[in-house]
């Protein structure tokens, strides 16, 4: 008579593979808002970048004519802006005032804005950009202090 040899079972047990399910479960509830909140800022900071070029024709037009009026889109040096992946719409560039909708979104998923206004103070070099748009957002944004946010 053969005698019968148990042979040793190679593998994982269902306790084993469940903590793993667990485990990445718990890091993809931490990770996947976090990567949202990361792209939305980088969408903010890319439209920013791409707005740049109008804030340079906008000082340049107030240096020539003195005054913010008619620095509009198209008009006195201010280029046009376009929209791109990071800019959805260009509600308006007029008298100085940028107005875009950014990609950038907020927790309930509303597009992000920029509305930069500008101001001259006599005595000073430079032209300040103001930042009232939503797009001054802490988690999803701008921080205090960044992107012209107050």
Known sequence: MKSLTMKKQA????IELMIVVAIIGILAA????QYT???????AAG???EIASV????AMCYQETGAFTGCTSGALGVPTLQTTKNIKAVTSVADGVIKVTTAATDTAGADLTIINT??????NANLVFTNSGTSCNSIRGFKPGAGDCP
């Open 11 to 14: 593998g994982f047990t269902l």
């Open 47 to 49: 439209a920013a970048a």
């Open 55 to 58: 804030k340079t024709g906008i």
């Open 37 to 43: 909140n990361y792209i939305s800022r980088t969408r």
């Open 30 to 33: 931490i990770a996947i808002p």
């Open 118 to 123: 500008p101001t001259f103070t006599a005595g």
